[in-house]
C-alpha cells in the first residue's frame, strides 16, 4: 500500500503564500507521477497541478506562474508552492499517487490523501 500525508495548509491573506508538503510512505516504487487537487464548496475537484518521476510538471491554467510543484526524492516528499494566493484558491487541496500520469490527469489515481484546507480571506 502507499500512504500520503498533507501538510501546510491554513489561513492566508490574499497576495500571501503557503506551501503544502504531500509525504508519501509505503510502496512508492509503484509512484510514477504525483497530483495536487482542489475542491472548493460546490464545485468539482480540479487538478492543480502534477509532477512525474521524469519531472515533467503541468499546471492548471489559473495557477500558472503562482504555483509550483516539486519534489524531494530523499524525503519522500512532493511540494506545491502557492504565490500570490487569492481568494478562489480556498479550497481543499489533496495529493494523489499512481503508477500511471493518465490516471492523474483523469482524477482516477491509486492513491489519495485526506486533504488540507488552504483559506484565502480577501
Known amino acids: 500500500q502507499v500512504q500520503l500525508v498533507e501538510s501546510g495548509g491554513g489561513l492566508v491573506q490574499a497576495g500571501g503564500s503557503l506551501r503544502l508538503s504531500c509525504a508519501v510512505s509505503?510502496?512508492?516504487?509503484?509512484?510514477?507521477?504525483v497530483g495536487w487537487y482542489r475542491q472548493a464548496p460546490g464545485k468539482q475537484r480540479e487538478l492543480v497541478a502534477a509532477i512525474t518521476s521524469g519531472g515533467n510538471t503541468n499546471y492548471a491554467d489559473s495557477v500558472k506562474g503562482r504555483f509550483a510543484i516539486s519534489r524531494d526524492n530523499a524525503k519522500n516528499t512532493v511540494y506545491l508552492q502557492m504565490n500570490s494566493l487569492k481568494p478562489e484558491d480556498t479550497a481543499v487541496y489533496s495529493c494523489?499517487?499512481?503508477?500511471?500520469?493518465?490516471?492523474?490527469?483523469?482524477?482516477?489515481?491509486?492513491?489519495w490523501g485526506q486533504g488540507t484546507q488552504v483559506t484565502v480571506s480577501s
Open positions: 494523489a499517487a499512481g503508477s500511471r500520469g493518465s490516471a492523474i490527469v483523469a482524477g482516477t489515481a491509486d492513491y
Open positions: 509505503g510502496f512508492i516504487f509503484r509512484i510514477n507521477a
